[in-house]
């Protein structure tokens, strides 16, 4: 990490020098490369390099062959899903990007006050989202940062006597967390900046982002909500200050790919399939293609547009064996 936030090495030359090590030392993401017949003295530019699909940290176990993981983490998935693994041989690099992320948007986190509204994420192990959340409520000033597992009444207090005190405040919530809490304010709760996780997690029937966010709009009192664009597969956040338009830290890149021919990046305005690049990845794999729909704006921002429909999507199909 600390190489990818200076500035005068340039994105370009990090992530190439990135693709080269991980295609060296990652058995899974160098195969992947051969199936596809790239050659590897062909790849000069970032648009060159290959990006792996998102599935194969579902089915095997993607990280440099001479590291050994201090940590796996898992994702959430759903009843009768595989879950994804994600294989982290440095949790002080995992450490650095969310920090120092979280630090590039809001500022110093020992600043703030947080409240974590997380409780699909809390009755499973292996989430990274906790393990995040629970370093910078360790790091926070504030006593009574912490997680709310279903605990709505004494969260409301929290929140009430922040208001009153003016500290500086953001609650991290999955998305029907916060729709329970909404419909338990009797009063706006200004001074505080929402954080929306996403997921219903099948516990309320999903809602189109802006209707979801103008509901919490509406009972907070709050002007805009904030979201966090983070996935298990990845060791970095985007975060959205509002509009639901995402911001990558300088070390993060997200580029659309056409749906069709998933080798051809689109232009801002387009909508595709989102692929990124994380380069705090470094020991696992940094480009990987997911499975969320978005697009680029001409100013540089992305917003995620929801989940690719595999029914539609005809092409390349590689399977690792």
């Keep these: 990490m600390n190489k990818t936030d200076n500035p005068m090495q340039g994105f370009r030359e990090l992530s190439l020098s990135t693709f080269f090590d991980q295609y060296r030392c990652n058995e899974v993401y160098r195969k992947y ?56 041989s440095d949790l002080d690099v995992y450490r650095e990007s969310y920090i120092k992320g979280f630090e590039y948007f809001y500022g110093n986190s020992v600043n703030y006050r947080f409240l ?43 929140l009430i006597r922040n208001e009153k005190d003016k500290i500086p405040t953001i609650l991290f919530g999955v998305s029907y967390a916060l729709l329970d809490l909404a419909e338990v304010i009797t009063k706006p709760i200004r001074e505080l900046i929402i954080m929306e996780t996403g997921g219903m997690k099948g516990k309320r029937p999903e809602i189109p982002k802006p209707a979801f966010h103008q509901i919490l709009k509406k009972a907070f009192g709050v002007k805009e909500i904030h979201s966090e664009y983070g996935m298990t597969e990845l060791l970095s956040q985007a975060y959205s200050q509002g509009d639901g338009k995402f911001r990558t830290p300088p070390w993060m890149k997200v580029i659309i790919r056409d749906l069709y ?52 999507i005809r092409g390349c199909n590689l399977l690792l064996q």
């Design 33 to 88: 490369v051969e199936l596809l017949g790239i050659r590897v003295s062909d790849i000069q530019e970032i648009s060159d390099i290959p990006f792996l699909p998102i599935k194969y940290f579902k089915t095997h176990k993607i990280l440099c062959s001479e590291q050994k993981a201090q940590i796996i983490f898992k994702s959430s998935g759903t009843s009768g899903q595989e879950q994804s693994q994600h294989f982290v």
């Design 116 to 158: 974590a509204l997380l409780p699909d994420y809390l009755e499973r192990e292996g989430s990274s989202l906790v393990f995040m959340m629970d370093d910078l409520i360790r790091r926070s000033q504030y006593a009574d940062s912490d997680f709310y597992l279903r605990n709505l009444d004494a969260l409301l207090d929290v």
């Design 261 to 312: 021919d998933p080798f051809r990046p689109m232009p801002a305005g387009r909508t595709g399939g989102i692929n990124v690049i994380d380069l705090a990845n470094k020991n696992s794999v940094s480009f990987i293609e997911t499975q969320d729909l978005g697009r680029i704006n001409s100013d540089g921002t992305f917003e995620v547009l929801g989940r690719i429909n595999q029914s539609d």
